[in-house]
């Protein structure tokens, strides 16, 4: 491992696709959050002790599901003492429109990695915005704050889009390249 975590909740297992891209890209230990909100003492250490932090979650009415919310919250503890100051963080998320809103996901995760005093990483990405773009190349929903994946709503998490997952792989890459770099 590359001493980096991703933390993430997914509801129906597409924004977990998405995840365990990020994690190969960045060569990453996964905690998954679980259905009550909740992660292991074993797992709070391994945030602790990473010098990356990746939060994922799904974008559900505008914002983080219930269940992040509840890790961020009890992420207070960490801050409180500064456990995550200076680490490198990054974060994705899933919707099933194109829009969805995601970016109030990632503005989400954003502040809260500020808050703990971390170092934001966007995708360094550009996006597929060319008439000659197809649905799954890389970066076609067009983030440059973190991972975006849309999944229409009827479809399975078998049936998430390559490019998205694609995106999600290169964009945890560049976290461990930025974080291998930071704590060089």
Do not use: C
Request: hydrophobic residues 40%; without cysteine.
């Amino acid at each position: 491992m590359s001493n980096i975590a991703v933390v993430f909740h997914s509801g129906y297992g597409h924004t977990q696709k998405q995840a365990e891209a990020v994690a190969k890209g960045a060569n990453a230990a996964l905690i998954a959050i679980d259905a009550e909100g909740n992660i292991t003492e074993a797992q709070w250490e391994i945030l602790k002790n990473a010098k990356a932090i990746i939060f994922g979650s799904p974008t559900y009415m505008g914002s983080v599901s219930w269940q992040f919310k509840k890790f961020a919250d009890a992420s207070s503890k960490p801050w409180f003492g500064q456990q995550w100051k200076d680490k490198i963080f990054g974060g994705f998320t899933n919707s099933a429109t194109m829009n969805g809103d995601k970016h109030s996901t990632l503005h989400y995760f954003f502040t809260l990695a500020m808050q703990h005093s971390g170092i934001w990483v966007g995708t360094g990405l550009m996006p597929s915005n060319a008439k000659s773009a197809k649905r799954d190349d890389v970066n076609y929903v067009g983030s440059f704050a973190g991972a975006m994946m849309q999944t229409p709503s009827d479809a399975s998490a078998d049936e998430v889009n390559s490019g998205d997952l694609e995106t999600a792989r290169l964009y945890g890459e560049r976290i461990a390249k930025i974080a291998s770099q930071f704590h060089a």
